[in-house]
């Protein structure tokens, strides 16, 4: 089954804490990227990723950091969460190939800092 | 900058045809897409059409590009209580993969 998983699901840490949130996709889709979704401003993307060890910043880059060592997993990093952090995460991998695309996005992962 | 709007909400009787509107910025080859959002979950791709287009259907679901006024809509036929749910569009210039998506419109299909 084709999908995408996004560990934990839920999190609540303290300010200055750092965290990663893990995101594996099975597919083995070139592209990936990070949303965070915030009450009335629909889906920001954070970083994006065009294929292994290609990385870049999305709209809403400032506080977080990326990785693409393989080619199934995009972990988000954190490396001091602070309160404006707060807010549900998306990750999401696509494909596209002869005109057609296809994207996957995982379960979100809602993240309270204190 | 880029920039992509929706309106908040829209109710609907069951049976009845849904017209979800969105307008967008960006002037340059665009991919425009439509997305739906259930309670807890998260997003899935219902549809997208290249700038290139003026109309595409799959099924249930019919998009409409108006390229002069930037304008995209998404057109549900026979709307079930099923289909209610956050609808989000964006935007993607080709060439890049930087996606712009607008507020979502929350559909309500009263039965």
């Known amino acids: 089954e084709a999908q995408v998983t996004q560990n934990p699901r839920y999190l609540i840490t303290v300010t200055g804490k750092k965290l990663t949130v893990t995101c594996s996709q099975n597919?083995?889709?070139?592209?990936m990227s990070w949303y965070r979704q915030d009450p009335g401003l629909g889906l920001r993307q954070i970083y994006y990723s065009m294929n292994v060890e290609v990385t870049d910043k999305g709209d809403v880059p400032e506080g977080y950091k990326v990785s693409r060592k393989e080619k199934r997993n995009f972990p988000l990093i954190l490396e001091s969460p602070s309160p404006n952090q707060t807010s549900l995460y998306f990750c999401?991998?696509?494909?596209?190939?002869?005109?057609?695309?296809?994207?996957?996005f995982g379960p979100g992962t809602r993240l309270l800092v204190l | 900058g880029e920039d992509v709007e929706q309106s908040l909400f829209l109710s609907v009787r069951e049976g009845d045809s849904s017209v979800i509107n969105c307008t967008y910025t960006?002037?340059?080859?665009?991919?425009l897409y439509w997305y739906k959002q259930e309670p807890g979950a998260g997003l899935q791709l219902l549809t997208y059409i290249f700038s290139n287009m003026d109309m595409k259907q799959d099924q249930r679901l019919t998009v409409l590009l108006n390229k002069k006024d930037k304008h995209l809509s998404l057109r549900i036929a026979d709307t079930q209580t099923g289909d209610s749910a956050i609808y989000f569009c964006a935007e993607r210039s080709s060439g890049t993969y930087k996606y712009i998506f607008g507020t979502g419109t929350r559909l309500k299909v009263l039965a």
């Open positions: 999401a991998s696509s494909l596209s190939y002869g005109g057609q695309e296809t994207q996957y």
């Open positions: 960006d002037s340059s080859s665009t991919y």
């Open positions: 597919m083995n889709h070139e592209y």
